[in-house]
């Protein structure tokens, strides 16, 4: 994916406007950077196709969501096609907008002014420094190293005394912000962790996973040469735990494919890069891979995601009673029985 930036806003002797030479255009507009027509052009339908795409990735009840996400949200406000042949005709389109450009219009509309926009990570998150003297927070997107830590620190003596039957491992950061953001972890009823900052995972936890029967650590990651060996680091940093399984909940090529992802391109890994894939990659995702190809978790629509996360962590759900099946279980209680005859 491109990184390079609109050309910089020009500053220079102001002639024929009344203002002094050494006067900028920035100065002039009040500290804003100066930008020519056809940057202002491409910056107002941007800022058109954000404010639709907030509306989508909010959809419905309100829901936070990252940078990333809206990013690739607006790219699919301004490719209707891709939508509409979702599932339909399978494919890896590339994103219809650069990054730089859609960071730059964001910039100058104001991240605080897009309705459900998660504030960016602190910057030792970022860093990859683990934020253990602070509190959680779900605003400020903590990382679940910050959860862990105040976890471990805390009162309660009995914290780890339960099983823990279920757990979420994410590779990126802000994604287990969002889910954290959108309560997942409750209606899940299941721990989301920042692997880069939770592994190793605390003993504690460990203890309730083992003490639980039948456990399973699940793994989100991207569609790529790293995301692809995620699961099998994830298990290598949790150390011997018997009995827990460590189950991967994508993405993976061929989910990128049918969901019609904007994916990006970089350079192509090397063979060390491309043997840690799973054995049950298709010929097809792994040239995909080999490529430079690669797909984020990001891409995927917020709603979508959250669906997905908490259908695939809660396990089947019980099936909804109906009226006659509540009829059948009255008969069997004795109570107001059918007659016999």
């Known amino acids: 994916m491109s990184q390079r930036h609109l050309p910089p806003s020009r500053s220079g002797p102001s002639a024929g406007t009344g203002q002094p030479a050494g006067t900028s255009r920035a100065a002039r ?13 491409t910056i107002g339908v941007v800022d058109r196709a954000i404010t639709a795409a907030a509306a989508r990735a909010g959809a419905p009840g309100g829901l936070r969501f990252t940078e990333r996400q809206l990013y690739y949200e607006t790219c699919r406000v301004l490719s209707p096609g891709s939508t509409l042949l979702r599932g339909r005709v399978p494919g890896t389109p590339a994103p219809v907008l650069r990054l730089p450009v859609f960071t730059r219009a964001l910039e100058v ?96 936890l460990l203890t309730a996973l083992r003490r639980a029967e039948g456990a399973t650590v699940y793994v989100l990651h991207d569609a790529s040469p790293a995301g692809l060996a995620f699961p099998a680091l994830v298990r290598s940093g949790m150390g011997p735990v018997p009995g827990v399984r460590v189950v991967s909940l994508g993405l993976v090529p061929r989910h990128a494919a049918a969901l019609r992802l904007p994916t990006g391109r970089g350079p192509a890994p090397g063979p060390a890069g491309l043997a840690a894939r799973p054995a049950a990659l298709r010929p097809q995702e792994a ?55």
Do not use: K
């Open 109 to 204: 509309r104001g991240r605080e002014a897009v309705p459900g926009l998660l504030p960016p990570l602190p910057e030792s998150a970022a860093r990859g420094e683990t934020p253990r003297s602070r509190e959680p927070s779900e605003s400020s997107q903590s990382s679940a190293s910050t959860a862990a830590a105040s976890a471990a620190d805390s009162s309660e003596p009995d914290l780890y005394d339960y099983g823990l039957p279920r757990l979420l491992m994410c590779q990126d950061r802000s994604i287990a912000g969002m889910l954290l953001a959108n309560h997942v972890h409750l209606e899940a009823a299941c721990p989301v962790f920042a692997a880069a900052d939770a592994l190793p995972l605390d003993p504690g």
């Open 287 to 341: 040239d995909w891979l080999a490529e430079g190809r690669f797909a984020e978790v990001a891409a995927v629509p917020p709603d979508r995601l959250l669906r997905t996360v908490l259908r695939l962590t809660r396990g089947p759900r019980p099936p909804r009673d109906s009226l006659w099946s509540g009829l059948r279980g009255l008969r069997g209680t004795g109570f107001m029985t059918w007659p016999a005859a």
């Open 29 to 41: 507009t009040g500290g804003r950077p100066f930008l020519g027509l056809a940057a202002r052009t």
